[in-house]
């Protein structure tokens, strides 16, 4: 099962253009990569209705190399389950959760992996909050791959970490935020030639992840009005608008839909920059919603880029409204998501009145990746 050569890379911030490589960022100004893609015309989504419902359906428009070995654990293909249709409202959520670690990070690793082994690396490494480490480390053991994780010490999900561990992977335990990790897995990975940097720097990561802009589409035989989404590298929220924004270029849709990223109030610089027009990073970031604890987000321009393109916003809720929004998920239709996959319902209940059309609220995680935040439940009086 091959793909298409006909990519490029190209800088966010000058332009500059950059034939397909394991590049980071531009080597000229430092900005991050974006994919550009030749694109198929309206007449691909008529064409592929009778493939498999998962990312890989969409494989021509995924920058993967003719040839290439695909690693797949069949991700994509999740619900998009409808949550309520009152007064001109329809409101879904997208369960990204039914991937197979139970994360949306799936996506992007299916393809930064088949990537890794399309470069010829032997290893892969990322910094982590999670979710992102026990993908990476369940596709390296189906590649064959080393992993190599650094997560912040005492900060990340026992399930997660389960997870990781389970899968084979390297663990390097950081004192400090995950933008300390961050950090010295950069490090590490220019010191070493054959370590494939797997964070959603990585600009074909997010390639993967646009598929559920696709999923969306075709679920809905149209763009929706409103993309709900939380936020903490800020990788996602782009990549979904990426999505979009190429279904306009096909002439499948006529228009994006209004991007609207949620922090939580103690990690929340991307609120900042978005309101004020500068950035800030959050030296010593804190949330219950571990998913999303990020202070200095990577992909902030691309993201900022993504909302201000697509006329949304950022916004951020309290730990308490989103604990809150989780168990009201969980007990109004029975579905399990993690914290951080419950503040874009949180943000939506308390702004009902910003909304009208269709919504659909992007959940991240499943809710047993964090089982430990039940005390929290109960501190917070919730239960």
């Known amino acids: 099962m091959g793909g298409v050569k006909n990519y490029f890379l190209r800088c966010i911030l000058c332009g500059a253009e950059y034939d397909p490589a394991p590049m ?37 428009l995924l920058p993967l190399g003719s040839g290439s070995r695909i690693v797949s654990l069949w991700e994509g293909g999740t619900r998009l389950f409808n949550l309520s249709v009152e007064d001109g409202l329809s409101l879904y959520i997208k369960l990204e959760g039914d991937n197979p670690t139970g994360s949306f990070k799936d996506r992007g690793m299916s393809l930064g992996v088949s990537k890794a082994l399309e470069y010829g690396f032997s290893k892969v490494a990322c910094a982590s909050t999670g979710n992102t480490s026990a993908s990476m480390a369940a596709y390296a053991a189906r590649a064959g791959l080393e992993a190599l994780v650094f997560l912040p010490r005492g900060k990340v ?21 995950f933008d300390d990790a961050f950090k010295m897995v950069r490090r590490h990975v220019s010191e070493s030639s054959d370590l494939y940097l797997l964070n959603s720097i990585n600009p074909y990561r ?15 035989s149209n763009a929706p009005d ?55 990073p959050v030296e010593a970031p804190e949330t219950l ?10 992909n902030r321009d691309k993201a900022m880029k993504a909302v201000k393109f697509s006329g949304g916003w950022f916004s951020s809720v309290s730990d308490r409204d989103i604990l809150s929004a989780q168990l009201d998920i969980a007990r109004r239709y029975g579905l399990l998501v993690e914290p951080a996959s419950a503040a874009p319902y949180a943000y939506f209940r308390s702004n009902i009145d910003l909304f009208k059309g269709s919504v659909v609220l992007i959940s991240t995680g499943h809710g047993l990746k964090d089982p430990d935040i039940l005390k929290y439940w109960s501190e917070y009086g919730l239960i």
């Open 24 to 60: 980071y960022v531009c080597d000229d100004c430092g900005g991050l990569l974006e994919v550009v893609m030749d694109l198929p015309s309206s007449k691909f989504f008529s064409r592929i209705v009778d493939r498999p419902w998962y990312m890989w359906r969409y494989r021509e």
């Open 226 to 280: 409103y993309v709900i989404v939380p936020v903490g590298n800020a990788g996602n929220i782009y990549a979904i608008w990426k999505g979009f924004f190429e279904l306009v270029e096909m002439g499948v849709i006529d228009d994006v839909p209004r991007m609207i990223g949620v922090q939580a109030s103690g990690a929340a610089p991307m609120v900042h920059f978005f309101r004020n027009g500068t950035y800030r």
């Open 206 to 220: 997010l390639e993967g992840q646009k598929t559920i802009a696709y999923e969306i589409y075709e679920a809905l």
């Open 157 to 177: 999900a026992r399930g997660k970490l389960f997870q990781a561990v389970a899968h084979g992977a390297r663990i390097v335990e950081v004192d400090g935020s």
């Open 289 to 298: 919603a571990t998913a999303i604890r990020i202070g200095n987000p990577v």
